[in-house]
């Protein structure tokens, strides 16, 4: 069975532009979790949506947004980008709502330039 | 709010030699655990978690856990480690209400030597 799927896996983009990252979660599962990785700040936790609405959200601010959609596909989106927003976007999928094994995709790596 | 501290940043192993990371955790409730192995440049593999029951936990490639919560740790160990072992290493909490959000440790590099 396929993994969780991140496009594109690399992205080089300029200030002040915006980015959309995609996540393909496993067949089945229903909710998608989003998490920044900097080698600063470490792995923090951005947003979780399950059945197409957001439960959690991290302490990030307004410029990233996320949606899922009904096949459990799940879109992030980041705004007016800064050079801090440079990182490795990982995205989780899980079976159910409840707190059980989160599956990684590999990762989509932005840099700001 | 929950919150894990891995205390070790770096350590270092000779290839054969016994392994084992710390993890603490503060969290009011039974915690939900686990623990990820990282390569460069990929994603998290999850290596084993605990949920409830019995405290040692076994986990793939080797490794194994114990739940103390006593100590508020989650340990990581395993008796002989290889070389393919080298990586990163991150240890999180879970709570029951909070959906599937995770909480990270700083995360301990591991490297073997030959």
């Known amino acids: 069975k396929a993994g969780v799927t991140q496009t594109p896996r690399y992205l080089i983009k300029t200030r002040g532009q915006q980015v959309t990252l995609s996540c393909s979660p496993i067949?089945?599962?229903?909710?998608v979790s989003w998490y920044q990785q900097t080698p600063g700040q470490g792995l923090q936790f951005l947003f979780e949506?399950?059945?197409?609405?957001?439960?959690n959200k991290g302490n990030f601010p307004g410029r990233f947004s996320g949606r899922q959609f009904s096949n459990s596909r799940s879109e992030m989106n980041v705004s007016t980008l800064e050079l801090g927003d440079s990182a490795l976007y990982l995205c989780a999928s899980t079976l159910t709502g409840l707190v059980t094994e989160a599956f990684f995709g590999q990762g989509t790596r932005l840099t700001v330039v | 709010a929950q919150s894990v501290t891995q205390p070790d940043i770096h350590i270092t192993v000779s290839e054969g030699a016994s392994l084992e990371l710390r993890c603490n955790y503060s969290?009011?409730?039974?915690?939900?655990l686990f623990w990820y192995v990282q390569s460069p440049g990929q994603g998290l593999q999850l290596l084993l978690k605990y949920f409830s029951g019995d405290t040692l936990v076994q986990g793939i490639k080797g490794f194994e856990a114990e739940f103390k919560r006593s100590q508020s740790s989650f340990n990581l160990r395993k008796p002989s480690v290889h070389w393919s072992d080298a990586a990163e290493y991150f240890c999180a909490v879970g709570a029951n209400n909070a959906g599937n959000m995770l909480t990270f440790g700083g995360g301990t590099r591991l490297m073997v030597k030959p």
């Open positions: 969290y009011g409730a039974t915690p939900y």
């Open positions: 067949s089945g599962h229903r909710s």
């Open positions: 949506y399950f059945s197409e609405t957001q439960r």
